[in-house]
Antibody, heavy 124, light 107 residues
Framework: QVQLQESGPGLVKPSQTLSLTCTVS??????????WSWIRQPAGKGLEWIGR???????NYNPSLKSRVTISVDTSKNQFSLKLSSVTAADTAVYYC????????????????WGQGTLVTVSS | EIVLTQSPGTLSLSPGERATLSCRAS???????LAWYQQKPGQAPRLLIY???SRATGIPDRFSGSGSGTDFTLTISRLEPEDFAVYYC????????FGQGTKVEIK
């Protein structure tokens, strides 16, 4: 059973960089054809996809966040990470790491595993 | 960017009733890259349906999905108490997006 766990600071100052790590257990991050993703949800609001990284290291980012986002993977630690620069209060949200699993011959897939989520607050 | 619009915003129903949730896309969703998720308070979302109509592992058959192109539907045939939650549709193509959600509440 795959499990994902987010970790990182719960409080970030405006204009600084938000950094989160997702540790994957129950399977190797580099095995299989999976995408590893970040998704966020402001309190009381809907879900926003931030970006994904493939096991090969290729990435896709949300166009509205692309200039501020970097997702990377560390296969030796079975982890992947999110960096979001120049944060403002609008970046305050619960951040989820997740696994996307393509089905059959499809290139992309839905999220089949989610972390529990971690609240990040942007405030001075 | 593909914008997904869900309707209604809130659905007030009683246990045992049928729920019909709609998700409309601003442009065609390729290869039926359309999923539905259920989210309860304080929890991460749970995958219900993928490929527009395939149930995820362990999902009861009272949940069904249909549609193609720009119009998709999630149907819950008979609501159980545990089904009252918020439901999101998602297109998971090259740049995924989510709908704004439909809350199914107890009438």
């Amino acid at each position: 059973q795959v499990q994902l766990q987010e970790s990182g600071p719960g409080l970030v100052k405006p204009s600084q960089t938000l950094s989160l790590t997702c540790t994957v257990s129950g399977g190797s991050i580099s095995s299989g054809s999976y995408y590893w993703s970040w998704i966020r949800q402001p309190a009381g609001k809907g879900l926003e996809w931030i970006g994904r990284i493939y096991t090969s290291g290729s990435t896709n980012y949300n166009p509205s966040l692309k200039s501020r986002v970097t997702i990377s993977v560390d296969t030796s630690k079975n982890q992947f990470s999110l960096k979001l620069s120049s944060v403002t209060a609008a970046d305050t949200a619960v951040y989820y790491c997740a696994r996307e699993r393509p089905r059959g011959l499809q290139r992309y897939g839905p999220v089949d595993y989610w972390g529990q989520g971690t609240l990040v607050t942007v405030s001075s | 960017e593909i914008v997904l619009t869900q309707s209604p915003g809130t659905l007030s129903l009683s246990p045992g009733e049928r729920a019909t949730l709609s998700c409309r896309a601003s442009q065609s969703v390729s290869s039926s890259y359309l999923a539905w998720y259920q989210q309860k308070p304080g929890q991460a979302p749970r995958l219900l349906i993928y490929g527009a109509s395939s149930r995820a592992t362990g999902i009861p058959d009272r949940f069904s999905g249909s549609g193609s192109g720009t119009d998709f539907t999630l149907t819950i045939s008979r609501l159980e108490p545990e089904d009252f939650a918020v439901y999101y549709c998602q297109q998971y193509g090259s740049s995924p997006t989510f709908g704004q959600g439909t809350k199914v509440e107890i009438k």
